[in-house]
């Protein structure tokens, strides 16, 4: 089954085609760093019409790349939420435009599953169920896979996400956007151990997470430095930085993981390129005698092939129950849980 894949709920347009949720057969991707970051950050406006402007032309080169030709596509995904409601839209309605066209099957997929989708293509051996870490510039969310798409959400960050310290530690240290691999290139020359960064303690649910209080301790520290002429050591507090949230992150996936009596844990979303999250994440697994499959650095990031694969487990679910598929009534959504079952 060949899926051309849509997706666009942030800042990058992209257009894959997928064959049977598990291999690539183009992958395009049109990045807007450039346009966002002299304002530090996405401006939303922007990113919609940028998808306006370049999503018909990514579709036509991954068409080419493959060497197919549009009628030999079965089928549609596209993601529908959640992200800017403006981003979504446009991959939405592209989307819906060529399968009525085509008259061919409509897929929504979730961003939170497509990536966590990401590992299928990455591991053929990969199946559910697993304990699934998805981090983000947006999202901070530990999921109970059971199957392709039967999960729910065991824990998530109760405010900011781990990648909003990463960006906005970033943009207090003058580094720019993105945040996140400037962070971490940073981090590469400094002592972890130097800043005593918090780490912060929930009562409640054990796999609960919160990054507020470790950003605002972090903008703090600098702006101290500054108004006080207080050499600062960037590397250092990167490095700890880095640490802090990976200590926040690994006991909690290896803890969920056990609870749930899985073997293996995935790790994907943008920041699982983070090398000492990856790092910790490898080491904790073998000290548990967990299987640990981490989305390889090409598709950490927002991609359309995660979202093709993930299509595919959509439709077969859909054949396999007799569920319905979405038409052109399909809405874009900017929040929704991964574990909502909406079609």
């Keep these: 089954m060949i899926i051309l894949s849509v997706e666009s709920s942030c800042d990058e347009t992209a257009v894959a085609l997928t064959e ?8 395009e991707i049109h990045s807007q ?21 370049v999503i018909s032309a990514l579709a036509d080169s991954a068409l080419n790349k493959a060497g197919l030709i549009k009628q030999q596509i079965d089928a549609v995904a596209v993601t529908f939420a959640p ?19 085509l008259r061919i099957p ?18 053929p051996e990969l199946a559910p169920p697993f304990l699934a870490l998805v981090v983000s510039g947006g999202h901070s969310l530990l999921i109970d896979v059971r199957d392709y798409t039967d999960m729910s959400i065991l824990g998530s960050t ?12 970033a943009r207090a240290l003058g580094l720019g956007y993105p945040g996140g691999p400037a ?11 130097k800043y005593a960064l918090p780490r912060a303690k929930l009562q409640g649910s054990p796999f609960d997470m919160s990054f507020s209080g470790l950003k605002t301790a972090v903008i703090n520290l600098i702006h101290n430095a500054k108004q006080t002429n207080t050499p600062l050591d960037c590397a250092s507090l990167a490095a700890s930085l880095c640490a802090a949230i990976s200590d926040t992150l690994v006991p909690r996936v290896i803890s969920a993981a056990q609870s749930a009596g899985y073997a293996k844990i995935s ?21 548990h005698n967990l299987s640990c499959y981490l989305a390889p650095l090409s598709l950490c990031s927002d991609n359309a092939a995660m979202i093709g694969c993930q299509g595919f487990y959509e439709y077969m679910a859909h054949v396999k ?23």
């Excluded at 450039?34 to 939303?44: A, F, L, R, T």
């Excluded at 992200?83 to 066209?101: D, E």
């Excluded at 790790?267 to 000290?287: D, F, H, Q």
């Design 267 to 287: 790790c994907s979303g943008g920041v699982a390129a983070n090398s000492v999250i990856r790092k910790a994440l490898l080491a904790a697994s073998k000290e």
């Design 183 to 193: 962070i971490d290139n940073l981090a590469r020359g400094g002592d972890e151990t």
């Design 106 to 123: 409509l897929i929504p997929v979730h961003h939170i599953r497509g990536h966590i989708a990401a590992n299928y293509i990455a591991y």
């Design 321 to 343: 129950n007799g569920s319905a598929l979405a038409d052109s009534d399909l809405n874009a959504y900017a929040t929704m849980p991964a574990d909502s079952l909406i079609f």
């Design 158 to 169: 109760r405010d900011d996400a781990a990648g909003e310290c990463f960006d906005k530690a």
């Design 83 to 101: 992200g800017l409601i403006g981003s979504l839209l446009v991959g939405v309605n592209f989307a819906k435009s060529v399968a009525l066209a």
């Design 33 to 53: 760093v450039d346009v966002h970051k002299i304002y530090g950050g996405v401006v939303p406006e922007l990113a919609s019409r940028r998808h306006i402007e």
């Design 20 to 27: 049977d949720g598990r291999r690539i057969l183009a992958d």
